[in-house]
DNA sequence: CGTTCTATTGAGGGAAGTCAACAGTGGTGG
DNA sequence: CCACCACTGTTGACTTCCCTCAATAGAACG
Protein backbone atom coordinates (compact mmCIF):
# COMPACT_ATOMS: atom_id res chain seq x y z
CA UNK A 1 0.00 0.00 0.00
CA UNK A 2 2.58 2.37 1.41
CA UNK A 3 4.88 1.71 -2.16
CA UNK A 4 1.36 2.20 -4.53
CA UNK A 5 1.07 5.65 -2.83
CA UNK A 6 4.54 6.44 -3.20
CA UNK A 7 4.51 5.56 -6.94
CA UNK A 8 1.85 7.23 -7.75
CA UNK A 9 2.90 10.35 -6.23
CA UNK A 10 6.34 9.87 -7.90
CA UNK A 11 4.28 9.83 -11.31
CA UNK A 12 2.80 13.30 -10.13
CA UNK A 13 6.13 14.84 -9.27
CA UNK A 14 7.48 13.57 -12.73
CA UNK A 15 4.04 15.24 -14.37
CA UNK A 16 5.20 18.25 -12.79
CA UNK A 17 9.01 18.77 -13.08
CA UNK A 18 8.30 17.97 -16.85
CA UNK A 19 6.95 21.88 -17.12
CA UNK A 20 8.26 23.30 -13.63
CA UNK A 21 11.94 23.41 -12.23
CA UNK A 22 11.36 22.21 -8.51
CA UNK A 23 14.60 21.91 -6.42
CA UNK A 24 15.07 19.00 -4.70
CA UNK A 25 13.26 20.04 -1.09
CA UNK A 26 10.11 20.78 -3.00
CA UNK A 27 10.40 17.58 -4.70
CA UNK A 28 10.83 15.89 -1.08
CA UNK A 29 7.77 18.26 -0.16
CA UNK A 30 5.81 16.21 -2.84
CA UNK A 31 6.64 12.83 -2.35
CA UNK A 32 5.74 13.17 1.32
CA UNK A 33 2.51 14.26 1.00
CA UNK A 34 0.07 11.44 2.23
CA UNK A 35 -3.90 10.58 1.28
CA UNK A 36 -6.24 7.46 1.34
CA UNK A 37 -6.44 5.20 -1.52
CA UNK A 38 -9.82 4.34 -2.78
CA UNK A 39 -11.00 1.82 -5.17
CA UNK A 40 -13.57 2.58 -7.32
CA UNK A 41 -15.67 0.35 -9.96
CA UNK A 42 -15.77 1.17 -13.15
CA UNK A 43 -18.90 3.29 -14.65
CA UNK A 44 -19.30 4.94 -11.36
CA UNK A 45 -19.61 8.66 -10.36
CA UNK A 46 -16.36 9.92 -8.04
CA UNK A 47 -17.96 13.50 -7.94
CA UNK A 48 -21.03 15.46 -9.29
CA UNK A 49 -21.19 18.50 -11.01
CA UNK A 50 -21.40 21.52 -7.48
CA UNK A 51 -20.39 18.68 -4.78
CA UNK A 52 -17.73 20.23 -2.39
CA UNK A 53 -15.02 18.32 -1.32
CA UNK A 54 -11.73 18.86 0.92
CA UNK A 55 -9.28 16.96 -0.94
CA UNK A 56 -8.06 16.55 -4.33
CA UNK A 57 -7.86 13.12 -6.21
CA UNK A 58 -4.68 11.59 -7.65
CA UNK A 59 -4.99 9.04 -10.41
CA UNK A 60 -3.29 6.22 -9.31
CA UNK A 61 -4.53 3.41 -12.19
CA UNK A 62 -7.38 3.80 -14.08
CA UNK A 63 -9.04 6.66 -16.30
CA UNK A 64 -11.14 9.74 -15.04
CA UNK A 65 -13.09 11.62 -16.98
CA UNK A 66 -14.71 15.29 -16.08
CA UNK A 67 -17.75 15.79 -17.77
CA UNK A 68 -20.47 18.11 -17.81
CA UNK A 69 -24.03 17.04 -18.15
CA UNK A 70 -27.20 19.03 -20.10
CA UNK A 71 -30.58 18.96 -18.34
CA UNK A 72 -31.26 16.91 -21.47
CA UNK A 73 -29.12 14.45 -20.67
CA UNK A 74 -26.45 14.67 -23.24
CA UNK A 75 -23.22 14.56 -21.68
CA UNK A 76 -19.91 16.27 -22.50
CA UNK A 77 -16.20 14.87 -21.12
CA UNK A 78 -14.20 17.61 -20.60
CA UNK A 79 -11.06 16.26 -19.36
CA UNK A 80 -9.89 12.61 -19.45
CA UNK A 81 -7.00 11.92 -16.21
CA UNK A 82 -4.62 9.44 -16.70
CA UNK A 83 -2.11 7.74 -14.01
CA UNK A 84 -0.46 10.37 -12.23
CA UNK A 85 -2.81 13.33 -12.93
CA UNK A 86 -4.74 15.20 -10.09
CA UNK A 87 -8.08 15.41 -11.94
CA UNK A 88 -9.18 18.62 -10.16
CA UNK A 89 -5.93 20.80 -8.68
CA UNK A 90 -8.28 23.68 -9.39
CA UNK A 91 -10.25 22.86 -6.42
CA UNK A 92 -7.70 24.72 -4.35
CA UNK A 93 -9.17 27.96 -5.61
CA UNK A 94 -12.63 26.92 -6.18
CA UNK A 95 -15.12 26.36 -3.46
CA UNK A 96 -17.12 23.33 -5.11
CA UNK A 97 -16.79 21.64 -8.27
CA UNK A 98 -16.84 22.96 -11.96
CA UNK A 99 -17.50 19.22 -12.93
CA UNK A 100 -18.22 15.80 -12.24
CA UNK A 101 -16.03 13.03 -11.95
CA UNK A 102 -16.69 9.61 -13.69
CA UNK A 103 -14.28 6.44 -13.31
CA UNK A 104 -14.80 4.70 -17.13
CA UNK A 105 -12.79 1.94 -16.12
CA UNK A 106 -11.82 0.14 -12.72
CA UNK A 107 -10.10 2.91 -10.71
CA UNK A 108 -7.99 3.47 -8.01
CA UNK A 109 -6.97 7.39 -6.39
CA UNK A 110 -5.09 8.92 -3.97
CA UNK A 111 -7.52 11.31 -1.95
CA UNK A 112 -5.18 13.90 -0.92
CA UNK A 113 -6.44 16.94 1.63
CA UNK A 114 -6.43 20.47 0.48
CA UNK A 115 -5.31 21.18 3.95
CA UNK A 116 -1.82 19.37 3.43
CA UNK A 117 -1.31 20.80 -0.24
CA UNK A 118 -2.22 24.43 1.17
CA UNK A 119 0.55 23.45 3.74
CA UNK A 120 2.96 22.52 0.96
CA UNK A 121 2.13 25.47 -1.56
CA UNK A 122 2.92 27.55 1.73
CA UNK A 123 6.11 26.40 2.51
CA UNK A 124 7.54 26.36 -1.35
CA UNK A 125 6.48 29.13 -3.61
CA UNK A 126 7.77 26.52 -6.18
CA UNK A 127 5.31 24.31 -5.69
CA UNK A 128 2.75 27.18 -6.26
CA UNK A 129 4.01 27.85 -9.70
CA UNK A 130 4.12 24.35 -10.63
CA UNK A 131 0.20 24.12 -9.34
CA UNK A 132 -0.77 26.76 -11.15
CA UNK A 133 0.76 26.49 -14.17
CA UNK A 134 -0.67 22.48 -14.40
CA UNK A 135 -3.81 24.42 -14.22
CA UNK A 136 -2.74 26.46 -17.11
CA UNK A 137 -1.81 23.32 -19.31
CA UNK A 138 -4.82 21.89 -18.49
CA UNK A 139 -6.61 25.29 -19.78
CA UNK A 140 -4.61 24.59 -22.97
CA UNK A 141 -6.11 21.35 -23.22
CA UNK A 142 -9.41 22.47 -22.88
CA UNK A 143 -8.65 25.34 -25.22
CA UNK A 144 -7.83 22.46 -27.94
CA UNK A 145 -10.68 20.40 -27.02
CA UNK A 146 -12.98 24.10 -27.73
CA UNK A 147 -11.05 23.84 -31.32
CA UNK A 148 -11.51 20.30 -31.84
CA UNK A 149 -15.43 20.07 -31.21
CA UNK A 150 -15.86 23.39 -32.87
CA UNK A 151 -13.42 22.76 -36.25
CA UNK A 152 -12.49 19.74 -37.01
CA UNK A 153 -14.38 16.98 -38.68
CA UNK A 154 -15.40 13.53 -37.26
CA UNK A 155 -12.22 11.45 -38.36
CA UNK A 156 -10.13 14.59 -37.93
CA UNK A 157 -11.91 14.97 -34.15
CA UNK A 158 -11.08 11.44 -32.94
CA UNK A 159 -7.39 11.42 -34.49
CA UNK A 160 -6.49 14.38 -32.61
CA UNK A 161 -8.04 12.94 -29.24
CA UNK A 162 -5.84 9.79 -29.96
CA UNK A 163 -2.82 12.03 -30.63
CA UNK A 164 -3.37 13.77 -27.72
CA UNK A 165 -3.71 10.58 -25.40
CA UNK A 166 -0.92 8.56 -27.53
CA UNK A 167 2.21 11.53 -26.15
CA UNK A 168 0.39 11.81 -22.63
CA UNK A 169 0.81 8.00 -21.96
CA UNK A 170 4.14 8.37 -23.85
CA UNK A 171 4.95 11.02 -21.49
CA UNK A 172 3.67 9.54 -18.58
CA UNK A 173 5.77 6.50 -19.43
CA UNK A 174 2.88 4.25 -19.88
CA UNK A 175 3.27 3.25 -23.73
CA UNK A 176 3.88 4.75 -26.63
CA UNK A 177 2.46 6.49 -28.92
CA UNK A 178 2.76 3.51 -30.86
CA UNK A 179 0.62 1.45 -28.69
CA UNK A 180 -1.30 2.65 -25.57
CA UNK A 181 -3.98 1.36 -23.24
CA UNK A 182 -6.94 3.92 -23.50
CA UNK A 183 -9.60 2.06 -21.15
CA UNK A 184 -12.76 4.29 -22.35
CA UNK A 185 -15.57 2.86 -23.98
CA UNK A 186 -17.23 4.24 -27.58
CA UNK A 187 -19.52 5.91 -26.04
CA UNK A 188 -16.87 7.42 -23.67
CA UNK A 189 -15.41 8.24 -26.49
CA UNK A 190 -18.34 9.92 -28.64
CA UNK A 191 -19.02 12.12 -25.01
CA UNK A 192 -15.25 13.41 -25.75
CA UNK A 193 -15.42 14.41 -29.40
CA UNK A 194 -19.22 15.29 -29.47
CA UNK A 195 -20.39 12.61 -31.43
CA UNK A 196 -22.75 10.19 -31.17
CA UNK A 197 -21.59 6.63 -30.31
CA UNK A 198 -22.61 5.11 -33.36
CA UNK A 199 -20.86 7.79 -35.40
CA UNK A 200 -17.82 7.42 -33.48
CA UNK A 201 -17.70 3.73 -34.32
CA UNK A 202 -17.93 4.67 -37.85
CA UNK A 203 -15.22 6.46 -37.68
CA UNK A 204 -13.31 4.28 -36.09
CA UNK A 205 -13.59 1.93 -38.57
CA UNK A 206 -12.77 4.62 -41.11
CA UNK A 207 -9.40 5.17 -39.53
CA UNK A 208 -8.71 1.17 -38.98
CA UNK A 209 -9.36 0.18 -42.68
CA UNK A 210 -7.08 3.15 -43.50
CA UNK A 211 -4.70 1.40 -41.72
CA UNK A 212 -4.03 4.49 -39.21
CA UNK A 213 -4.47 3.32 -36.14
CA UNK A 214 -6.84 0.61 -34.23
CA UNK A 215 -8.30 0.35 -31.22
CA UNK A 216 -9.24 -3.20 -29.67
CA UNK A 217 -10.67 -3.68 -26.07
CA UNK A 218 -8.47 -0.56 -24.46
CA UNK A 219 -5.41 -1.00 -26.40
CA UNK A 220 -4.61 1.45 -29.09
CA UNK A 221 -1.82 0.43 -31.67
CA UNK A 222 -0.91 3.57 -34.54
CA UNK A 223 -0.08 2.08 -37.21
CA UNK A 224 0.90 5.26 -39.00
CA UNK A 225 1.93 7.93 -36.74
CA UNK A 226 2.60 10.63 -39.55
CA UNK A 227 -0.84 10.03 -40.95
CA UNK A 228 -2.50 10.18 -37.58
CA UNK A 229 -1.04 13.43 -36.91
CA UNK A 230 -1.58 14.54 -40.14
CA UNK A 231 -5.28 13.34 -40.47
CA UNK A 232 -5.70 15.03 -37.09
CA UNK A 233 -4.07 18.28 -37.75
CA UNK A 234 -2.02 17.85 -34.77
CA UNK A 235 0.08 20.33 -33.17
CA UNK A 236 1.63 19.34 -30.20
CA UNK A 237 2.54 22.54 -29.34
CA UNK A 238 -0.58 22.79 -27.17
CA UNK A 239 0.48 20.34 -24.70
CA UNK A 240 3.82 22.35 -23.82
CA UNK A 241 5.66 19.71 -23.26
CA UNK A 242 8.98 21.82 -24.10
CA UNK A 243 10.32 21.05 -20.55
CA UNK A 244 10.45 23.47 -18.03
CA UNK A 245 10.04 26.78 -18.33
CA UNK A 246 13.11 29.41 -16.85
CA UNK A 247 12.53 29.53 -12.86
CA UNK A 248 10.11 31.43 -11.06
CA UNK A 249 12.50 34.49 -10.26
CA UNK A 250 12.78 38.10 -10.45
CA UNK B 1 -4.29 59.18 -19.85
CA UNK B 2 -3.62 58.75 -16.19
CA UNK B 3 -7.47 58.35 -15.68
CA UNK B 4 -7.66 55.89 -18.13
CA UNK B 5 -4.79 53.58 -16.95
CA UNK B 6 -6.97 53.71 -13.44
CA UNK B 7 -9.82 53.71 -14.47
CA UNK B 8 -8.70 50.06 -16.05
CA UNK B 9 -6.61 49.07 -13.22
CA UNK B 10 -9.85 49.45 -11.34
CA UNK B 11 -11.99 47.16 -13.52
CA UNK B 12 -9.63 44.53 -13.01
CA UNK B 13 -9.40 44.46 -9.33
CA UNK B 14 -12.37 44.60 -9.30
CA UNK B 15 -13.03 41.29 -11.28
CA UNK B 16 -10.36 39.95 -8.91
CA UNK B 17 -12.41 41.12 -6.01
CA UNK B 18 -15.71 39.36 -7.42
CA UNK B 19 -14.06 36.32 -6.51
CA UNK B 20 -11.18 36.25 -4.36
CA UNK B 21 -10.87 37.81 -1.16
CA UNK B 22 -7.97 40.26 -0.98
CA UNK B 23 -6.76 43.12 1.83
CA UNK B 24 -6.91 46.76 1.31
CA UNK B 25 -3.46 46.47 0.75
CA UNK B 26 -3.33 43.91 -1.97
CA UNK B 27 -5.82 46.12 -3.99
CA UNK B 28 -3.95 49.16 -3.26
CA UNK B 29 -0.85 46.95 -5.23
CA UNK B 30 -3.05 46.45 -8.13
CA UNK B 31 -4.16 49.71 -8.41
CA UNK B 32 -0.43 51.10 -8.20
CA UNK B 33 0.55 48.83 -11.43
CA UNK B 34 1.45 50.72 -15.05
CA UNK B 35 1.68 49.74 -18.10
CA UNK B 36 1.63 51.34 -21.55
CA UNK B 37 -1.43 52.10 -23.18
CA UNK B 38 -1.95 50.70 -27.18
CA UNK B 39 -4.35 50.90 -29.62
CA UNK B 40 -5.35 48.54 -31.67
CA UNK B 41 -7.37 49.27 -34.80
CA UNK B 42 -10.64 46.76 -35.55
CA UNK B 43 -9.75 42.97 -36.85
CA UNK B 44 -6.09 43.16 -36.36
CA UNK B 45 -3.78 40.81 -34.40
CA UNK B 46 -2.25 42.15 -31.19
CA UNK B 47 -0.57 38.45 -30.99
CA UNK B 48 0.22 35.40 -32.63
CA UNK B 49 0.15 31.81 -31.35
CA UNK B 50 3.43 31.11 -29.78
CA UNK B 51 4.61 34.64 -29.67
CA UNK B 52 6.72 35.58 -26.92
CA UNK B 53 5.94 38.27 -24.74
CA UNK B 54 6.98 40.09 -21.25
CA UNK B 55 3.68 41.47 -20.43
CA UNK B 56 -0.10 40.84 -19.97
CA UNK B 57 -2.35 42.64 -21.96
CA UNK B 58 -5.66 44.32 -19.60
CA UNK B 59 -8.31 45.33 -22.33
CA UNK B 60 -9.41 48.41 -21.70
CA UNK B 61 -11.68 48.95 -23.93
CA UNK B 62 -13.27 47.38 -26.97
CA UNK B 63 -13.22 43.94 -27.55
CA UNK B 64 -10.04 40.47 -27.62
CA UNK B 65 -10.62 37.36 -29.22
CA UNK B 66 -8.34 34.44 -28.17
CA UNK B 67 -8.40 32.05 -31.08
CA UNK B 68 -6.45 29.25 -32.59
CA UNK B 69 -6.47 28.34 -36.38
CA UNK B 70 -6.20 25.02 -38.39
CA UNK B 71 -3.50 24.49 -41.10
CA UNK B 72 -6.93 24.89 -43.24
CA UNK B 73 -7.44 28.31 -42.10
CA UNK B 74 -10.43 27.43 -40.23
CA UNK B 75 -10.75 29.48 -37.05
CA UNK B 76 -11.62 28.91 -33.64
CA UNK B 77 -12.38 31.55 -30.80
CA UNK B 78 -11.15 30.11 -27.80
CA UNK B 79 -12.18 33.31 -25.21
CA UNK B 80 -13.42 36.74 -25.51
CA UNK B 81 -12.07 39.33 -23.35
CA UNK B 82 -14.02 42.66 -22.24
CA UNK B 83 -12.93 45.36 -20.58
CA UNK B 84 -11.79 44.83 -17.22
CA UNK B 85 -10.36 41.34 -18.55
CA UNK B 86 -7.05 40.62 -18.51
CA UNK B 87 -6.73 38.46 -21.60
CA UNK B 88 -3.43 36.15 -20.96
CA UNK B 89 -2.95 35.90 -17.81
CA UNK B 90 -1.74 32.48 -17.85
CA UNK B 91 1.21 33.61 -19.35
CA UNK B 92 2.81 34.40 -16.31
CA UNK B 93 3.22 30.42 -16.15
CA UNK B 94 3.80 29.38 -19.75
CA UNK B 95 6.86 30.86 -21.86
CA UNK B 96 4.57 31.54 -25.04
CA UNK B 97 1.39 32.14 -25.46
CA UNK B 98 -0.79 29.31 -26.13
CA UNK B 99 -3.16 30.90 -28.65
CA UNK B 100 -3.53 34.07 -31.19
CA UNK B 101 -5.15 37.39 -30.04
CA UNK B 102 -6.96 39.59 -31.91
CA UNK B 103 -8.98 42.80 -31.48
CA UNK B 104 -12.17 42.43 -33.09
CA UNK B 105 -13.02 46.44 -32.84
CA UNK B 106 -11.05 48.97 -32.37
CA UNK B 107 -9.76 48.14 -28.82
CA UNK B 108 -7.48 49.93 -26.60
CA UNK B 109 -5.23 47.29 -24.14
CA UNK B 110 -2.74 48.01 -21.00
CA UNK B 111 0.64 46.50 -21.21
CA UNK B 112 1.66 45.77 -18.01
CA UNK B 113 5.16 44.15 -17.78
CA UNK B 114 5.45 40.40 -16.37
CA UNK B 115 8.20 41.55 -14.01
CA UNK B 116 5.67 44.36 -12.67
CA UNK B 117 3.31 41.38 -12.18
CA UNK B 118 5.46 38.78 -10.42
CA UNK B 119 7.37 41.68 -8.56
CA UNK B 120 3.36 41.97 -6.86
CA UNK B 121 2.64 38.50 -6.68
CA UNK B 122 6.06 38.03 -4.60
CA UNK B 123 5.07 40.35 -1.82
CA UNK B 124 1.18 39.73 -1.83
CA UNK B 125 0.30 36.07 -1.56
CA UNK B 126 -3.45 36.68 -2.18
CA UNK B 127 -2.79 38.21 -4.84
CA UNK B 128 -1.16 34.48 -6.27
CA UNK B 129 -4.39 33.32 -5.12
CA UNK B 130 -6.31 35.57 -7.06
CA UNK B 131 -4.65 35.85 -10.34
CA UNK B 132 -4.49 31.75 -9.94
CA UNK B 133 -8.45 31.52 -9.09
CA UNK B 134 -8.64 33.81 -12.56
CA UNK B 135 -7.05 31.30 -14.53
CA UNK B 136 -9.64 28.67 -12.99
CA UNK B 137 -12.59 30.36 -13.84
CA UNK B 138 -11.05 31.32 -17.45
CA UNK B 139 -10.67 27.00 -17.35
CA UNK B 140 -14.24 26.72 -16.15
CA UNK B 141 -15.17 29.11 -19.42
CA UNK B 142 -13.73 27.05 -21.73
CA UNK B 143 -15.08 23.63 -19.99
CA UNK B 144 -18.47 25.26 -20.60
CA UNK B 145 -17.73 26.61 -24.56
CA UNK B 146 -16.22 22.45 -24.96
CA UNK B 147 -19.96 21.48 -23.75
CA UNK B 148 -21.50 24.21 -26.40
CA UNK B 149 -20.18 23.43 -29.62
CA UNK B 150 -19.97 19.43 -28.39
CA UNK B 151 -23.61 18.95 -27.37
CA UNK B 152 -26.10 21.79 -28.19
CA UNK B 153 -27.82 22.31 -31.55
CA UNK B 154 -27.30 25.84 -33.23
CA UNK B 155 -29.42 27.61 -31.56
CA UNK B 156 -28.77 26.71 -28.26
CA UNK B 157 -25.02 27.47 -28.38
CA UNK B 158 -25.65 30.95 -29.89
CA UNK B 159 -27.98 31.29 -27.25
CA UNK B 160 -25.66 30.27 -24.54
CA UNK B 161 -23.01 32.85 -25.51
CA UNK B 162 -25.01 35.62 -25.52
CA UNK B 163 -26.25 34.01 -22.10
CA UNK B 164 -22.56 34.06 -20.83
CA UNK B 165 -21.72 37.49 -22.66
CA UNK B 166 -24.48 39.09 -20.83
CA UNK B 167 -23.77 38.23 -17.25
CA UNK B 168 -20.00 39.36 -18.20
CA UNK B 169 -21.25 42.28 -19.43
CA UNK B 170 -23.28 42.70 -16.34
CA UNK B 171 -21.10 41.72 -13.64
CA UNK B 172 -18.39 44.18 -15.28
CA UNK B 173 -20.73 47.13 -14.66
CA UNK B 174 -20.96 47.46 -19.10
CA UNK B 175 -24.81 47.14 -19.76
CA UNK B 176 -27.02 44.98 -18.15
CA UNK B 177 -28.16 41.46 -19.48
CA UNK B 178 -31.09 42.70 -21.29
CA UNK B 179 -29.01 45.08 -22.99
CA UNK B 180 -25.23 45.24 -23.64
CA UNK B 181 -23.38 46.38 -26.41
CA UNK B 182 -20.93 43.08 -27.92
CA UNK B 183 -18.92 44.21 -30.79
CA UNK B 184 -18.79 41.04 -32.70
CA UNK B 185 -19.81 40.64 -36.05
CA UNK B 186 -21.52 37.67 -37.37
CA UNK B 187 -18.73 35.92 -38.75
CA UNK B 188 -16.64 36.49 -35.61
CA UNK B 189 -19.68 34.66 -33.56
CA UNK B 190 -19.49 32.29 -35.83
CA UNK B 191 -16.26 31.14 -35.65
CA UNK B 192 -16.56 31.43 -31.58
CA UNK B 193 -19.34 28.84 -32.06
CA UNK B 194 -18.13 26.38 -34.64
CA UNK B 195 -20.86 27.32 -36.84
CA UNK B 196 -20.23 28.64 -40.26
CA UNK B 197 -21.77 32.64 -40.71
CA UNK B 198 -24.43 31.48 -42.81
CA UNK B 199 -25.45 29.40 -40.28
CA UNK B 200 -25.00 31.75 -37.62
CA UNK B 201 -26.73 34.43 -39.36
CA UNK B 202 -30.15 31.85 -39.94
CA UNK B 203 -29.90 31.09 -36.21
CA UNK B 204 -29.93 34.41 -35.02
CA UNK B 205 -33.06 35.49 -37.31
CA UNK B 206 -34.77 32.67 -35.58
CA UNK B 207 -33.96 34.11 -31.98
CA UNK B 208 -35.10 37.62 -33.57
CA UNK B 209 -38.25 36.01 -34.76
CA UNK B 210 -39.03 33.74 -31.64
CA UNK B 211 -38.63 37.61 -30.23
CA UNK B 212 -36.07 35.87 -27.57
CA UNK B 213 -32.90 38.32 -27.94
CA UNK B 214 -31.52 40.63 -31.19
CA UNK B 215 -28.64 42.11 -32.09
CA UNK B 216 -28.30 45.10 -34.06
CA UNK B 217 -24.78 46.72 -35.02
CA UNK B 218 -23.04 45.28 -31.77
CA UNK B 219 -26.02 46.37 -29.44
CA UNK B 220 -27.57 43.18 -28.13
CA UNK B 221 -30.86 43.39 -26.91
CA UNK B 222 -32.30 40.14 -25.25
CA UNK B 223 -36.52 40.46 -24.98
CA UNK B 224 -37.04 37.01 -22.92
CA UNK B 225 -34.60 36.24 -20.40
CA UNK B 226 -35.92 33.46 -19.26
CA UNK B 227 -36.63 32.15 -22.90
CA UNK B 228 -33.14 32.40 -23.98
CA UNK B 229 -31.54 30.95 -20.38
CA UNK B 230 -34.19 27.87 -21.32
CA UNK B 231 -33.44 27.39 -24.92
CA UNK B 232 -29.36 27.93 -23.85
CA UNK B 233 -29.93 25.27 -21.16
CA UNK B 234 -27.81 27.92 -19.31
CA UNK B 235 -26.81 26.95 -15.44
CA UNK B 236 -24.33 30.08 -14.63
CA UNK B 237 -22.58 27.97 -12.07
CA UNK B 238 -19.79 27.35 -13.91
CA UNK B 239 -19.11 31.44 -14.05
CA UNK B 240 -18.18 31.46 -10.15
CA UNK B 241 -20.44 34.87 -9.96
CA UNK B 242 -21.34 33.63 -6.23
CA UNK B 243 -18.49 36.11 -4.24
CA UNK B 244 -15.18 35.67 -2.80
CA UNK B 245 -14.42 31.99 -1.50
CA UNK B 246 -13.13 32.04 1.74
CA UNK B 247 -9.78 33.61 2.15
CA UNK B 248 -6.26 31.96 2.11
CA UNK B 249 -5.29 30.85 4.84
CA UNK B 250 -4.40 27.51 6.81
C1' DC C 1 -17.57 57.66 -53.97
C1' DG C 2 -15.70 53.50 -54.82
C1' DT C 3 -14.01 49.53 -52.17
C1' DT C 4 -14.35 46.30 -48.74
C1' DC C 5 -16.61 44.26 -45.10
C1' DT C 6 -21.09 42.74 -43.19
C1' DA C 7 -25.73 40.99 -43.30
C1' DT C 8 -29.14 38.40 -45.66
C1' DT C 9 -31.42 34.97 -48.52
C1' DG C 10 -31.90 30.83 -51.74
C1' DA C 11 -30.89 26.26 -53.46
C1' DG C 12 -28.68 22.00 -53.07
C1' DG C 13 -25.50 18.64 -50.96
C1' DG C 14 -23.28 16.08 -47.38
C1' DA C 15 -21.80 14.87 -42.79
C1' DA C 16 -23.54 13.33 -38.74
C1' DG C 17 -27.75 12.06 -36.03
C1' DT C 18 -31.64 8.84 -35.07
C1' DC C 19 -33.81 4.55 -34.78
C1' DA C 20 -33.35 -0.19 -34.80
C1' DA C 21 -31.56 -4.75 -34.83
C1' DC C 22 -28.08 -8.12 -33.64
C1' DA C 23 -23.64 -10.20 -32.38
C1' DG C 24 -19.89 -10.46 -29.22
C1' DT C 25 -18.20 -10.15 -24.40
C1' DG C 26 -17.49 -9.97 -19.74
C1' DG C 27 -19.17 -9.96 -15.16
C1' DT C 28 -22.19 -11.93 -11.65
C1' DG C 29 -24.87 -14.86 -9.14
C1' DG C 30 -27.10 -19.10 -8.63
C1' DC D 1 -19.17 -23.94 -13.52
C1' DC D 2 -22.42 -22.38 -16.23
C1' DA D 3 -26.13 -19.38 -17.56
C1' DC D 4 -27.88 -15.18 -17.68
C1' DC D 5 -27.80 -10.30 -18.33
C1' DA D 6 -26.10 -5.94 -19.17
C1' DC D 7 -22.94 -3.59 -21.71
C1' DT D 8 -20.22 -2.93 -25.88
C1' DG D 9 -19.41 -2.98 -30.68
C1' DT D 10 -21.24 -3.18 -35.38
C1' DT D 11 -24.20 -2.43 -39.30
C1' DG D 12 -28.29 -0.68 -42.13
C1' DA D 13 -31.83 2.64 -43.53
C1' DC D 14 -33.54 7.01 -43.15
C1' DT D 15 -33.62 11.82 -41.57
C1' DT D 16 -31.97 16.29 -40.45
C1' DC D 17 -29.13 19.85 -39.31
C1' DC D 18 -25.67 22.40 -40.92
C1' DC D 19 -22.38 23.44 -44.76
C1' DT D 20 -21.29 25.07 -49.40
C1' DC D 21 -21.81 27.94 -53.12
C1' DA D 22 -23.76 31.96 -54.85
C1' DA D 23 -25.88 36.34 -55.35
C1' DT D 24 -27.35 40.77 -53.56
C1' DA D 25 -28.12 44.66 -50.56
C1' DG D 26 -26.55 47.50 -46.98
C1' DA D 27 -23.03 49.70 -44.11
C1' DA D 28 -18.55 51.37 -42.93
C1' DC D 29 -14.36 53.34 -44.19
C1' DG D 30 -10.82 55.60 -46.42
Redesign the interface.
Known sequence: VKSIKSAALRNFAYRLVARSSLTENEVGGLLDLDGVLKDVPARTDIMR??DNVDYCSLVVDGLVA?F?Q???G???I??LSIPGDMTDL?LL???SS??GMSALTRTTVLRIAH?DL??LI?IHPGI??A???D??V???L??????N????DATARVAHLLCEMALRYEQARQGSRRSFTLPATQPDLADA??LTSVHLNRTLAVLRDRAIVSKQAGQVTVHDWGELVATA?FNP??M?L?GP??P?E?
Open positions: QGGRRKSARQIQSMSPGWARRMVEFWRCVDASLAEWVVVGRRTGDAYMDAVFL
